[in-house]
């Protein structure tokens, strides 16, 4: 058995495939997820787990350059936009934002390596995260 890091082995597969600028979707529990793209349900119940809970051990995994967000997250849900922030912040991980509105956000998922569906039940909280390199 693994000692530390991801225990879900479909999601830390997912992430040790990818490139730089290949990227994955952490998405909350109404995403439309296409049937193109490689689903991870990790969705319990609602709120479980909450996207927090799940964007943080993927950070201490995989190596983000850039984040894209709907724009629409400003408004609509600021607490998460700033549980977003934090959760970098925290980490010491420099990251670029990107805001684009969620009609594109959603076209973007299209090319994800693979989406991360939580049981989160809170507006917009859903971010394509995009790979940087360790070196």
């Known amino acids: 058995m693994k ?4 225990l879900n082995s479909e999601l830390s597969y997912e992430i040790s495939k990818l490139g730089h600028t290949q990227h994955i979707t952490l998405c909350d529990a109404g995403l439309p997820i296409p049937k193109t793209v490689k689903r991870i349900d990790l ?3 609602k709120g479980l787990p909450s996207f927090i809970q799940v964007l943080e051990p993927i950070l201490f ?5 850039e984040i894209i967000l709907a724009s629409e997250i400003e408004e609509i849900n600021p607490d998460m936009l700033k549980g977003i922030k934090d959760i970098f912040k925290l980490n010491n991980i420099e990251v670029k934002i990107t805001m684009v509105s969620h009609e594109e956000l959603k076209e973007l998922t ?3 390596e693979a989406i991360v569906r939580t049981g989160e039940c809170s507006p917009y909280a859903n971010v394509i995260l995009k790979s ?3 070196f």
């Open 110 to 112: 299209y090319s994800s």
């Open 3 to 6: 000692k530390i890091g991801m």
């Open 43 to 45: 969705a319990v119940t």
């Open 132 to 134: 940087g390199v360790v």
């Open 61 to 65: 995994e995989m190596k983000v350059e």
